[in-house]
């Protein structure tokens, strides 16, 4: 089994490095744990550049790849580092070579893994069309304008579709490495390298960690003011039909343009400020979670238990529990909520 990690260099920073390193250092544990162990399973690990006699500086770090993609006729498995986020439509050339060879690559059978913003180089080749992927929530409305033909799902901590695996943000690529043990050694080595490096196994959704910040960056002067208004205003009782009236717009082309201005219809960009807005009360306030409920504009417990759970994946109680800094107790009369 041939295994290319890939020194991006141009759009390199101390994440690339990070990623670079964890997924060796995992990768050769999973090795050795599998050869002590007395099973078959061989492995070549390199840690590939774009073409030869080339060094991966970045800050602090200077790096010396092992062989060039020109050298190498066929791999089995690629992984694409984090990177800085610039558009891959006008790659620079070593960048452009990287593009081509995941492409041939992957049409000779190899997979690929793309950790974090490596998704961006990835979605480059033309291999994501159509696919679901997942990315740092930080950058996902660039990338939706970017690759609107790619189903971005930013909730999702990893995605396995047609032997291309991706992974949420920033170091969470530590459980794409993981997953990927299991795929290409079994459970008991995943296990020893969870242990050893101290990674939660099983988890799957990155939903919690993202900070809500609506996509703004659009053309459309009506959308943004009603951003606005839902961002000043989501304590108060709003319907999407007052919305509308407020703004002189029939209710079918206000959703449309909404959507399509932002990447999510009006109601639910109005439940993602409000949850944002109880998320920071629950980090922060000695409030109770009924309190809280109704300051961000909610009057019906379930309902906001149901809107909360689906967009940061805990309950408004497991969330105040794992993230207030004081970690108050929830009176017994709401643990329901």
């Known amino acids: 089994m041939h295994i290319s990690i890939l020194a991006i260099h141009e759009q390199s920073n101390l994440s690339t490095i990070a990623c670079m390193a964890g997924a060796y250092e995992i990768l050769t544990e999973a ?24 060094l991966l500086e970045s800050n602090l770090f200077l790096l010396k790849p092992q062989r060039s993609i020109q050298n190498i006729e066929k791999t089995d498995l690629i992984i694409i580092p984090a990177s800085l986020v610039r558009s891959y439509g006008t790659a620079s050339k070593n960048n452009q070579l990287f593009i081509d060879w995941i492409n041939s690559q992957y049409k000779k ?39 609107p033909d790619v189903d971005l799902q930013t909730d999702k901590l990893i995605t396995d579709e047609s032997g291309i695996y991706t992974n949420g943000g920033a170091y969470s690529f530590l459980h794409l490495i993981i997953y990927l043990v299991e795929k290409y050694f079994d459970r008991e080595t995943a296990v020893h390298c969870a242990k050893i490096f101290q990674i939660d196994l099983d988890r799957n959704l990155q939903a919690e960690f993202s900070i809500f910040s609506g996509h703004k960056k659009h053309d459309d002067d009506l959308v943004l003011q009603s951003q606005a208004f839902l961002e000043a205003n989501y304590q108060d009782r709003i319907s999407i ?34 949850v944002e807005a109880a998320k920071k009360m629950f980090e922060n306030a000695r409030k109770t979670v009924s309190e809280i409920m109704h300051e961000v504009g909610y009057n019906d417990p379930k309902a906001f238990r149901e809107v909360f759970s689906r967009i940061t994946g805990l309950s408004p109680v497991a969330y105040k529990s794992k993230y207030n800094k004081e970690k108050l107790l929830v009176p017994q009369c709401f643990n329901r909520v």
Request: glycine share 6%; charged share 20%.
């Open 31 to 54: 090795y050795q744990f599998s050869a002590n162990n007395k099973k078959t399973k061989n492995l070549k690990l390199e840690l590939v550049c774009a073409s030869d006699s080339q």
């Open 109 to 147: 059978g190899a997979e690929v893994a793309s950790m974090c913003t490596g998704i961006f180089m990835l979605a480059a080749t033309g291999l994501m069309t159509q696919k679901t992927c997942s990315t740092h929530w930080a950058v996902s409305a660039q990338f939706k304008q970017q690759y």
């Open 241 to 274: 039909a007052s919305l509308c009236s407020r703004y002189n717009v029939g209710r079918r082309n206000f959703d449309r343009r909404f959507t399509k201005a932002t990447g999510l219809s009006p109601l639910d960009y109005l439940q993602r400020v409000r």
